[in-house]
């Protein structure tokens, strides 16, 4: 039945974009006055990004066009009917572009997060393939066991280098070495666990992740996204267990090493080199695509770059960078208050919504826990794979978990992780907001703040975890 309805739409796809066109013409009744069209409360923006997300859902074979197809129909509307959008200010800021090339603190408008996903997505992808060639996967197996516990130490070692490094890299080095180690055939349940082991180990190091070095740019301490780890570390041993007893009884981690293969080191240089480069140009000019690319013409000296892996990836990135525009379009000004359950409820909107707004949107309005927010929109994004830019990158390798019901069937383990993990750092240390460069938990600066008319005393901040307010 779903078959058919597929092939039905795919057949009848201009006729299909008439009806669509013909359904949405009413809309325009709805924008009196000059404002901006909503049914009721509901802005038709969000309206259109549903579809989209639905439409990604259902069509997992041609996301590449639902993608573009929604981001024009999202982008005409927005320049029809939305008097207050304007596209080249919402692209480059109000600021000159030689200004915001210099000082990073000046950067405005999305160019700066569409070319560094960009850039990363492509140069992972040769960092991968480059890794895959250096003969390093092959001779894993004399060190990881041949039981469960191999791949379970195998999403440990993803878990710790995404710490680090970033998520999309580290995701992409634990699926090459799944290709090999389990001789091609990697259960979707496993890779579904590969992306949720990548977002999650970045989630409680400024470094680590794209969201939480947002965090450390906007005055949040280091010591205050740590805790993520606790969290995330929980949600670990919980679906690493469940994923590597499916991927062992799926197919088991090959039992010899292959002692024939020689370990290209200048590769291994390569791949350092590489890693080294986004960690140094992601502190210094808060672009870590750049540092890859400079490093991948450095090592272009030393060995041939595998310049073929850039069309297969190329899709999957322009896939991304669709999703991303769109949900930078969504008119969202303002969050819930800064609390725990806010925090939960990101990690589940996360996996449809792109993260680095989310963010945005909470370091402007403040007092959250950012190690538990950090955990929450960093995580979260496991659940589906388009919810994180890691999840996108590794479909290029498996494009199977490009189906979502695949995805969530297999990958069950995550949601239920997600709950386990967040709430283990909740029982643990509680509700603990802290300030960033704005907003400050005691006299907050900020006109308008629910903080900045206290005038008491500057106090330490008090946790109350879940068992003290349960006796209350």
Known sequence: MKKSVKSLILRNNKKLLALIAVLFSPLCLF???GSVPSIGPVRVEFIIFGLILLGVALFHKQTF?????????LLLFKLVFDPGFHLIEHLFGTNPMSEQLMHKGLRQGEWGIILNLLGLLLGFALLSKIFEESGVPDVLPKFLPNDWKGPFILLVFVFVLSSFLDNIA????GGAIAIVVFKKRVHIGYVVAIVAASNGGGSGSVVGDTTTTMMWIDGVSAFNVLHGFIAAGTALLFFAWFASHQQDKYQRIQKDANLNVKIDWVKIFNVGLMLAGAIVSNILYDMPALGVWIAILIGSFLRPVPWKEIPGAIKGTIFLLCLVFCASLMPVEELPNASWIT???????SS????????????DQGHFDWGMLAYSVGFGGSMIWFGSSAGVAITNKFPEGRDVILWVKNGWHIAAAYIIGFFALYLIMGWEPADNKEHKIINCPVPGCPMANKRESVKEAKTINFIESTKK
């Not at 449809?352 to 370091?363: A, G, H």
Request: one cysteine or more; proline letters at 3%.
């Open 352 to 363: 449809v919504f792109d993260n680095i707004p989310l963010t945005k949107l909470c370091l």
């Open 343 to 349: 925090a939960l409820a990101l990690g589940f909107l």
């Open 31 to 33: 924008a009196a006055g």
């Open 170 to 173: 580290a995701a992409l080095i």
């Open 65 to 73: 066009r639902v993608a573009i197809i929604g981001l024009s129909v």
